[in-house]
């Protein structure tokens, strides 16, 4: 039987830091507001840098800590909804500046659930037997459609990129062990950016409006989305796996809200230890969170032989899913 192992993590965080109290200058806001109704207390800006540098960086930290070579990639996954063009998709652009033999290389825009989505693909690909090492990078660049005059989103979120390389095994017991993804649609307009404007040759007067690039989200809406999918996710991806709550070393969630990810810990009787948070730190980096998370706690030493990992993501489409992952 063909398991998909994760043997690398990478990540490319930008150096800039946007404090609380940086966006106190720019908007009605105060550090105390911000901090308790999001725990967020900085954010990372990606200045005067492109999406595929930040997925580049990432993707040759993830190659090197795996130990392997671009050429030996069978695909390539990028997940991100915040791209630098429409077309060419960003994961073309990353199989060229890899150095990667041409091989199948596609964009998903699941937002905040990419990384979960990807790692889906992936697996299916793997346990098929049509690739055996998959590279998956998240990477986003939210500050470009970040309104920074509505206080209630700019507050959240920022940018980053992480990568995670994946490869075929014959060891059950180790490696990916379910995976679960679901989409609720009829939340769309909950969370959502419009397409990039462009005008219609034909209409009778210009209507483009000059923030309809910007990101717009009812967060009491998304909140309680939030508060129904994840356990959903959760529950499936471990009922699939065979795996109880008491089994869970640690959840790996989106770092969408510190009050959602203390939800978390109190839905499956975790201590918060057990529920990794960096949101403090990096805000909401939407499909990077969660790899940025990953790749964290590898480098620290959290992720040991033989733990039991769940990661959930979850946000614009509306998206959700989850994946329990065995070292």
């Not at 595929?52 to 090197?64: D, S």
């Not at 209630?152 to 920022?158: D, H, N, P, R, Y």
Request: with cysteine.
């Amino acid at each position: 039987m063909i398991n998909t192992q994760l043997i690398g993590t990478g990540s490319c965080i930008p150096e800039f830091a946007l404090t609380n109290a940086m966006l106190e200058q720019m908007v009605d806001t105060s550090d105390e507001w911000i901090v308790k109704r999001t725990g967020v207390r900085e954010r990372r800006i990606a200045r005067n840098t492109r999406t595929w540098e930040l997925a580049l960086g990432a993707a040759q930290n993830a190659l090197a800590d795996a130990g392997i070579t671009a050429e030996e990639l069978d695909l390539l996954l990028v997940s991100t909804c915040t791209p630098d063009t429409n077309t060419p998709n960003t994961a073309s652009v990353l199989q060229d500046k890899l150095g990667a033999r041409q091989v199948g290389a596609m964009d998903i825009n699941n937002a905040c659930a990419g990384f979960i989505s990807a790692t889906d693909i992936a697996d299916s690909y793997i346990r098929s037997g049509k690739a055996k090492t998959v590279l998956v990078v998240s990477a986003e660049t939210l500050h470009r459609i970040t309104d920074y005059t509505d206080r209630s989103t700019c507050i959240l979120f920022g940018d980053g990129a992480a990568a995670a390389v994946y490869r075929a095994t014959e060891d059950a017991a180790v490696g990916i062990q379910s995976t679960f993804i679901a989409a609720d649609g009829s939340g769309a307009e909950y969370l959502y950016m419009e397409a990039l404007p462009v005008e219609d040759p034909f209409a009778p007067e210009r209507t483009v409006d000059p923030k309809a690039r910007f990101l717009k989200m009812q967060g009491a809406a998304v909140v309680r989305f939030t508060a129904r999918a994840v356990p959903l996710a959760i529950d499936t991806a471990l009922q699939r796996a065979g795996v109880s709550a008491e089994e869970i070393d640690w959840v790996v969630p989106h770092q969408a809200n510190l009050r959602i990810l203390d939800v978390i810990a109190k839905r499956y009787h975790l201590p918060k230890e057990k529920v990794y948070v960096n949101m403090d730190r990096f805000g909401n980096t939407s499909s990077a969170s969660v790899p940025i998370c990953l790749d964290e706690m590898r480098r620290k030493g959290l992720l040991k032989a033989g733990q039991t990992i769940v990661c959930t993501g979850f946000g614009g489409g509306l998206t959700y899913g989850a994946f329990v992952l065995k070292l």
